[in-house]
């Protein structure tokens, strides 16, 4: 029978107890007018990045919507548009827990 020195039986008890983090990361890219995108993370420590980029044509302009449940997520969506006759962006953006950051850049 093999005996565990204590720095071993120290590291096997560390790595035994030390929860799992999720780190997903999500990232959408969408080009083109009326265009939507959703994305749910669970967990905590993710990253989700939405870049909406309208071109031509008439519409509501594009919608995003985030949800993240846990801490430390971060969330960051981006919407422009060439300036044509689309009627505006709408971003959601929900989270829960702590140390969550959000931002929302609409040109």
């Given at each position: 029978?093999?005996?565990?020195?204590?720095?071993?039986?120290?590291?096997?008890?560390?790595?035994?107890a030390t929860?799992?983090?999720?780190?997903?990361?999500?990232?959408?890219?969408?080009?083109?007018?009326?265009?939507?995108?959703?994305?749910?993370?669970?967990?905590?420590?993710?990253?989700?990045t939405v870049?909406?980029?309208?071109?031509?044509?008439?519409?509501?302009?594009?919608?995003?919507?985030?949800?993240?449940?846990?801490?430390?997520?971060?969330?960051?969506?981006?919407?422009?548009?060439?300036?044509?006759?689309?009627?505006?962006?709408?971003?959601?953006?929900?989270?829960?827990?702590?140390?969550?950051?959000?931002?929302?850049?609409?040109?």
């Open positions: 029978m093999k005996k565990l020195t204590p720095l071993g039986a120290s590291a096997l008890a560390l790595a035994v929860p799992a983090f999720a780190q997903n990361q999500s990232t959408i890219t969408q080009n083109g007018s009326n265009a939507t995108a959703t994305t749910t993370q669970l967990e905590s420590g993710n990253t989700a870049t909406q980029n309208g071109t031509g044509g008439t519409g509501t302009g594009e919608n995003s919507e985030i949800d993240q449940t846990g801490s430390s997520n971060t969330a960051i969506v981006t919407q422009t548009d060439d300036g044509e006759t689309q009627s505006g962006h709408v971003s959601t953006i929900e989270q829960s827990g702590n140390g969550n950051t959000a931002t929302v850049n609409q040109n």
